[in-house]
């Protein structure tokens, strides 16, 4: 596969993993694989002389390929179909580090001993976006910031969704999720103060502390001040509360 076609795969992996981010409160970032530095590249070169000086002023080329003294491949600079790219090898060929300006933003990618994306750093439309793997070339650790605020997410073992902290709309949220990703404790602090949240494996809420608002069986709202105190049923119809 060339590197022109890794490039295309790794755009079209960070428009699925935008998606889902928005799904994530507007978060996050982006699960890619390596790229491999392969291939011998055939480059023509123009030189412009320097009047009267006999030096190259201009160089102009497809590609460069730089080989260390055993004629292994370390570094290249060259262009694909969206962009520029440089890639760095060490002295066993594996891929370490590249920079690229792709279709989505310019990325960074830094790979480990194995060829394993353990750090990744793009700028996109919503924008900057920053990942961080572990050995199993799996996110666990992702930054990044959008329109609606800053954002932190944090992966488990099974590569779910484990909690959240952001800032979305002005609203500080905290929320941690169970092994299948379900938000199961929610904490923020809105403009009517801070409210704490528990729920159920099935998403619904089974305590309540803080400014709260629910609606009752006949469809009427109801809106708890922040000294409350609620409890929850299984088919979410309040069974206990406290007000003061």
């Known amino acids: 596969m060339t590197i022109e076609e890794r490039l295309e795969n790794m755009e079209r992996e960070l428009g699925c993993q935008k998606r889902r981010n928005r799904c994530l409160l507007g978060a996050i970032l982006v699960l890619l694989g390596g790229l491999v530095v392969a291939g011998v590249f055939k480059t023509t070169v123009t030189t412009a002389q320097a009047q009267g000086a006999g030096t190259a002023k201009e160089i102009r080329a497809n590609k460069f390929v730089l080989e260390d003294g055993n004629g292994k491949r370390r570094a290249e600079l060259g262009i694909f179909e969206d962009g520029p790219f440089l890639a760095l090898s060490d002295k066993n060929g594996k891929n370490r580090a590249w920079l690229a300006v792709a279709k989505e933003g310019p990325c960074l990618g830094l790979y480990d001993e ?26 666990c650790v992702m930054l990044s910031t959008s329109k609606d605020g800053p954002a932190l997410s944090l992966w488990g073992d099974t590569g779910k969704i484990r909690a959240m902290l952001g800032i979305i709309k002005d609203v500080p949220a905290l929320t941690l999720c169970d092994a299948n990703a379900n938000y199961r404790v929610v904490l923020g602090v809105g403009q009517d103060g801070p409210t704490l949240l528990l729920r159920d494996e099935n998403g619904k809420d089974r305590f309540a502390a803080g400014k709260t608002t629910t609606v009752s069986p006949d469809g009427k709202t109801i809106e708890y001040p922040e000294s409350s105190l609620i409890l929850f049923g299984p088919d979410g119809k309040v069974i206990w509360s406290a007000i003061k």
Not at 118 to 133: F, N
């Open 114 to 139: 194995k060829g394993k994306n353990r750090v990744w750093l793009h700028i996109g439309k919503d924008g900057p976006m920053l990942s961080l793997s572990d050995e199993k070339d799996q996110s």
